[in-house]
């Protein structure tokens, strides 16, 4: 596996919401590091992460390859996504450190952006190492 395939069955995963194709772009020990201070381990490590896509519709997913190499490579990555639950919401709203949203009980959950960038590393076709740096934002309407 190279970057441009891991991002095209990242994007497939993602846009699916689906975490047994996320969990196989990954060696079985794998790791997804979704910040510098959290990383999911292994196949039930990473599926469980995964389940709060299952909270986002309407993904879509736009990356672009900025290195590659052997064995490693580089993507920014662009995603929007609606927000279809109040517990997808305050996974965000705690995120982030602040309330950016003022926010009543009742009004439309917002559109979400992310974007970001992943490194990732690659051993016997399957990623065993990956690690992104992202921000999100309410799209702006």
């Not at 517990?87 to 979400?112: Q, V, Y």
Request: hydrophobic share 40%.
């Amino acid at each position: 596996m190279d970057i441009e395939h891991f991002m095209q069955g990242y994007k497939e995963a993602w846009e699916q919401r689906d975490q047994k194709l996320f969990c196989a772009l990954f060696t079985p020990e794998g790791t997804y590091r979704n910040t510098p201070f959290a990383v999911q381990r292994g196949y039930e490590e990473l599926a469980a992460y995964w389940q709060r896509v299952k909270l986002q519709e309407d993904v879509a997913v736009n990356y672009e390859v900025l290195a590659s190499a052997p064995g490693s490579g580089i993507a920014h990555w662009h995603v929007t996504y609606q927000v279809a639950s109040e517990e997808l919401f305050r996974i965000w709203a705690a995120s982030t450190g602040t309330n950016l949203i003022g926010r009543k009980p009742g009004d439309p959950l917002p559109r979400m952006v992310l974007d970001g960038v992943l490194q990732a590393s690659f051993d016997g076709g399957l990623c065993t190492d990956c690690r992104l740096w992202w921000h999100s934002l309410p799209l702006a309407g």
